[in-house]
């Protein structure tokens, strides 16, 4: 469970938003109200293909992450330039851990520029610090 410090300390990147479980939850949700929940999913995605060992298993994460947002007319298809695109589909048939780089580092400026500050605006994260500042109240004022 979050505290309101810790709530307010979102604020500060998007990396803290990100390494955060309620943070992230209440980023995704946002995300979602704004039909661009791809883009975490595809860095959590590559943060967790980045930590795979085994070589059969990186092929085939490697092969799911493309399917999934990389391909032409993938289901959560994430928004790169043309030449990111390109090397990993070139590069697909032999993956390395470090195969999705330009492209997780693309999503993850545009989370950090763009998506990031709308969200530190939005009512949702409005309302959780709001929630958070009343719950501290009332711990410090039980009296009220």
Known sequence: ??????????????????SNKAGLAA???FLKSEFSEENVEFWLACED???????TKIALKAQKIYSDFIQADAPKEINID???KNDISQN???PTLSCFDAAQSSVYCL???D???RFLRSE???ELVKKHQDRNQKRWLPFL
């Open 124 to 126: 949702v994260y409005k």
């Open 92 to 94: 697909i048939s032999e």
């Open 49 to 55: 293909f980045k930590k795979t060992k085994s070589s």
């Open 115 to 117: 998506s990031f500050p």
């Open 1 to 18: 469970r979050s505290n309101a410090g810790e709530t307010m300390a979102w604020s500060e990147s998007v990396d803290t938003v990100l």
């Open 111 to 113: 989370m950090a520029k």
């Open 27 to 29: 980023f995704r949700t």
């Open 82 to 84: 043309f030449h990111t």
